[in-house]
């Protein structure tokens, strides 16, 4: 069964830090550009970020450029998302997905590829 999880998420105060993590299952990422979407409440979902199949790609969305870092570790086939100094517009779901963009991460598609069931990231005091 193909699969991707997500993991890490939860309620933190602004200024705080979450590490989430995308682990495959039954596929390996290491061909596959990936990248994270979010979905913050009554809004679309957008990408964030994404690190190319060869790691020589790597994109942040103004929003978060500077606090978010992008790695992935294809021996654990997994993808991380660290996000330093939260606010509270960070707030919504996070997936990962693989396919999803190409892999200049250059633009993206919001069907299509494999994706996670989301993670729920929550920024309040």
């Known amino acids: 069964q193909l699969q991707l999880v997500e993991s890490g998420g939860g309620l933190v105060q602004p200024g705080g830090s979450l590490r989430l993590s995308c682990a495959a299952s039954?596929?390996?990422?290491?061909?596959?550009?990936i990248g994270w979407f979010r979905q913050a409440p009554g809004k679309e979902r957008e990408g964030v970020s994404c690190i190319s199949s060869s790691h020589d790609s790597i994109y942040y969305a103004d929003s978060i450029k500077g606090r978010f870092t992008i790695s992935r570790d294809n021996a654990k086939n997994t993808v991380y998302l660290q996000m330093n100094s939260l606010k509270p517009e960070d707030t919504g779901v996070y997936f990962c997905?693989?396919?999803?963009?190409?892999?200049?991460?250059?633009?993206?598609?919001?069907?299509?590829?494999?994706w996670g069931q989301g993670t729920q990231v929550t920024v309040s005091s």
């Open positions: 997905a693989a396919g999803a963009w190409n892999d200049y991460c250059s633009d993206y598609r919001t069907s299509g590829g494999y």
């Open positions: 039954g596929f390996t990422l290491a061909g596959y550009p």
